[in-house]
């Protein structure tokens, strides 16, 4: 890459953090550190549950375990299953359930990559969600935000053909979060996760993610000098990374109700 366009972009990422800083009442890692995923990353959380992975016609028992080699699902018949980060191409990711798609062909020559839906007897904790992002680094939907995160928070309604939920925005220096007391509906956005956002006037915001798209009606009002750094924010992330840039003027609609991965 061009020397003098990098520095521009760390630059960039520079003062974005220092324009956000006002707005976010946390101690701690910059916005910059997280866009850039500069230096080491600590090994993921391991983590262990009773788990039933579900076939086309019945489930296996076993245990799931999200640990520094990936995830491994350890048959009660005496199979392991391993599946390493880097063939994880996405996941959707609740309390008590983890679905996977990989890269991985499907047998007897069908079409498509093989996908695994799991069944977890206990919930997974937000820092082991957290750390499966990391390590995924694709973009992903994780459904266990971090109830200890703070950030500026905004009462709002997530509209869905239902009807919708009500929960709160939380805008923290890592990324989005949405969180609410309806199962599955909660979401916890990274930057690397979101194609763009729009907010067509203070009291609406549009989320355009890669995996899934939520609609919010906002009960107080968005500043639109902090939309602005919302918006610098993820075009800062996409340009860090020019080589895992999606087409960030066409996002894909998943559905009213937010779903993706996983969903036949």
Do not use: C
Request: net charge neutral; hydrophobic share 35%.
């Amino acid at each position: 890459m061009n020397r003098k366009y990098l520095k521009r972009r760390v630059w960039r990422v520079l003062v974005l953090a220092a324009g956000l800083l006002p707005y976010l009442p946390v101690a701690g890692a910059e916005i910059a550190q997280d866009i850039q995923h500069a230096g080491p990353e600590a090994a993921p959380v391991s983590w262990q549950s009773p788990a039933k992975l579900q076939h086309v016609v019945g489930r296996e028992q076993g245990d799931l375990t999200i640990g520094t080699e990936g995830i491994v699902f350890s048959s009660g018949k005496g199979r392991t299953m391993k599946l390493p980060y880097l063939e994880v191409q996405s996941f959707l990711l609740s309390p008590h359930s983890l679905a996977i798609e990989t890269y991985q062909n499907r047998k007897r020559h069908m079409p498509g990559v093989e996908r695994y839906r799991f069944e977890l007897a206990s919930a997974v904790p937000p820092e082991v969600a957290t750390e499966l992002s990391k390590e995924v680094r694709r973009p992903s939907q994780n459904a266990v935000p971090d109830p200890a995160a703070q950030g500026i928070v905004i009462p709002a309604h997530h509209r869905t053909v239902r009807g919708g939920t009500n929960g709160t925005l939380r805008i923290r220096d890592g990324g989005i979060d949405y969180v609410t007391d309806v199962a599955g509906d909660s979401r916890s956005w990274r930057w690397a996760d979101l194609q763009t956002l729009s907010d067509p006037d203070p009291y609406h915001l549009f989320v355009f993610g890669y995996r899934d798209t939520y609609t919010f009606d906002l009960k107080e009002p968005l500043p639109q000098s902090l939309f602005y750094r919302l918006i610098d924010a993820v075009d800062v992330h996409n340009a860090v990374m020019p080589d895992e840039k999606p087409d960030v003027h066409a996002p894909k609609r998943s559905g009213g109700d937010g779903q993706g991965v996983g969903d036949e």
